[in-house]
């Protein structure tokens, strides 16, 4: 670790039970499972394979429901934004609450609420309420409930698991949550024909209901340290973005993932892409693979991540995820084969999935445990944001430029971009554990 950026010292992390092995052999390249040796965590992870899949029940269920009372796609964005708003206020909020309290109080009031709306959802569904301010109401209070948990469940983390396992415990919690971005959705077609709407929101209710008995297992998790109480409020959150600027490796973190995800991410045009460029292999066919590539490369890259789990230098990895994701979105641009987009597509979720576990590695080492909440609240709603700024970057590029243009050509930005940042500022390529 770059001791100008942080301390190395970090004697709240839990330690393993017992030492493993060394892994030989193919064991070599699979998912590291060191974490889940640790009870706290593994009951922690456990809850989130059943929350992963139930969370996108409801995700599909919301906007399906609009589009069915409006038949308007409009009123699925403007939903969409309604949801935005108040999980990024709470977002920032929430990680100064996270740093004041116990987050395992905190995560169980969250939860909970979250189980609620999800119950107030299936009330609405059931009775035939048909409104659409009712259904965006409720999903501003969810993503309000989950803007409030997300920083205090992701900073809790440095308190049960080891800092040389991070990037492992990280690698698990990143596979989950993308598995469930690809069953999900597949679970929730072939459900809402046979059991209807309403239900799945009772099953993401239920499932919400492993995750509230999984946290009150967990040990307690107040504030470290002997120093008065703080409160959260502006003064705090402020704190913390002064507390960002001065550690560069922090700063560049976020960039990295802001470069990456609004110039590269390029999901609003894939409806164009595949009605225009792969429309021989069938629109709905190659819009399906379009939507499943990247997820899919992400899982493929959790699955294998004992390749790259042990690493040590987080910084020069994070640099080189962010570019290689950069390479495989521009050849992703300039392909004209379904199958061929989708090897690119693959590769940038891998790309991506390494990313994902070295910048949350660095966020959750480099900060320290009173700065922590704050820090992985400006991590949610940089990962929320910028691929909605992506949508609109990308939506006007494709409109001037055409969608493969557009595509390519942010793809090299990315590339141009990171690799400049890397060189005006050695915080990041030098940071190391």
């Not at 190395?8 to 330690?15: C, G, K, N, V």
């Not at 609405?124 to 969810?142: E, F, H, K």
């Not at 894939?270 to 992400?298: C, K, N, R």
């Amino acid at each position: 670790m770059d001791t100008s950026e942080s301390s190395t010292t970090r004697p709240e992390a839990a330690e393993p039970a017992e030492s493993a092995p060394p892994r030989r052999g193919w064991r070599r390249w699979a998912m590291d499972t060191r974490p889940l040796r640790i009870p706290a965590y593994r009951r922690l992870w456990s809850s989130t394979i059943v929350t992963a899949v139930g969370s996108q029940l409801t995700a599909v269920a919301v906007p399906k429901q609009i589009y069915d009372i409006t038949h308007s796609s409009a009123w699925v964005g403007y939903a969409s934004l309604a949801g935005l708003v108040p999980m990024v206020a709470f977002a920032l909020w929430g990680g100064a609450v996270a740093d004041t309290v116990d987050r395992r109080k905190l995560l169980l009031v969250t939860n909970t609420g979250i189980a609620v709306t999800s119950l107030l959802f299936w009330a609405q569904a059931v009775t035939g309420l048909d409104s659409v301010v009712v259904l965006m109401l409720l999903l501003a209070l969810q993503q309000a409930f989950f803007g409030l948990n997300a920083p205090a469940r992701n900073a809790s983390i440095a308190r049960l698991v080891p800092a040389e396992e991070l990037p492992a415990a990280n690698a698990l919690g990143s596979t989950v949550m993308q598995t469930g971005l690809v069953a999900g959705p597949l679970l929730a077609g072939a459900l809402i024909p046979v059991i209807g709407l309403p239900e799945l929101y009772l099953i993401d209710a239920v499932a919400l209901c492993v995750t509230v008995w999984a946290v009150f297992r967990l040990p307690a998790l107040p504030p470290l340290g002997d120093g008065p109480a703080r409160r959260a409020g502006i003064r705090e959150i402020a704190a913390g973005f002064a507390y960002m600027s001065r550690h560069k490796v922090l700063l560049l973190s976020f960039l990295a993932d802001i470069v990456a995800m609004v110039f590269g991410m390029p999901r609003a045009l894939f409806p164009q892409l595949a009605a225009q460029t792969y429309s021989s292999w069938g629109e709905g066919l190659a819009l399906g693979v379009l939507f499943a590539g990247i997820p899919v490369g992400a899982v493929l890259g959790g699955l294998f991540s004992g390749v790259f789990s042990r690493a040590r230098r987080h910084g020069r990895l994070v640099i080189g995820a962010v570019v290689a994701w950069g390479v495989a979105i521009a050849g992703f641009g300039l392909s004209g084969n379904l199958w061929v987009a989708l090897a690119f597509l693959a590769a940038a979720g891998v790309a991506d999935m390494v990313s994902m576990v070295f910048r949350g590695a660095i966020l959750l080492s480099a900060a320290t445990d009173e700065m922590r909440g704050r820090m992985q609240g400006v991590f949610t709603v940089v990962v929320a944001g910028g691929p909605r700024l992506a949508d609109v970057l990308h939506g006007t590029a494709g409109s001037a430029f055409g969608p493969r243009a557009a595509v390519a050509g942010g793809g090299a930005l990315v590339v141009v971009v990171m690799l400049a940042l890397a060189a005006a500022v050695p915080a990041l390529r030098r940071y190391r554990v």
